[in-house]
Nanobody, 116 residues
């Protein structure tokens, strides 16, 4: 059974930092492209950042220079380091595992709230 379990969300003040983690099980982690997406209330889910099996990174313009995605294949975990958080970063953040021939999996999401 595939599981993607996000953690690390919470309430933080503007300008603060959070580190999200997504621990994967039930998949061969190293062959999956991993990503973080987010969905704010009333908005569509959007890409935050992705990291491929070759460690190529793509990030949304809105988070470049503030957020960093990384992966640890030995721990089957992908991370999202979020710095200089803004109120507009408030959303539910979802972990995604994608493999072109095998399939696509989502975590349950973790809430990030940026507010003073």
């Amino acid at each position: 059974q595939v599981q993607l379990v996000e953690s690390g969300g919470g309430l933080v003040q503007p300008g603060g930092s959070l580190r999200l983690s997504c621990a994967a099980s039930g998949i061969t982690f190293s062959i999956y492209n991993m990503g973080w997406y987010r969905q704010a209330p009333g908005k569509q889910r959007e890409l935050v950042a992705t990291i491929t099996v070759s460690y190529n990174i793509n990030a949304a313009d809105s988070v470049k220079g503030r957020f960093t995605i990384s992966r640890d294949n030995a721990k089957n975990t992908v991370y999202l380091q979020m710095n200089s958080l803004k109120p507009e970063d408030t959303a539910v953040y979802y972990c995604n595992a994608a493999q072109r021939l095998i399939g696509n999996h989502w975590g349950q999401g973790t809430q990030v709230t940026v507010s003073s």
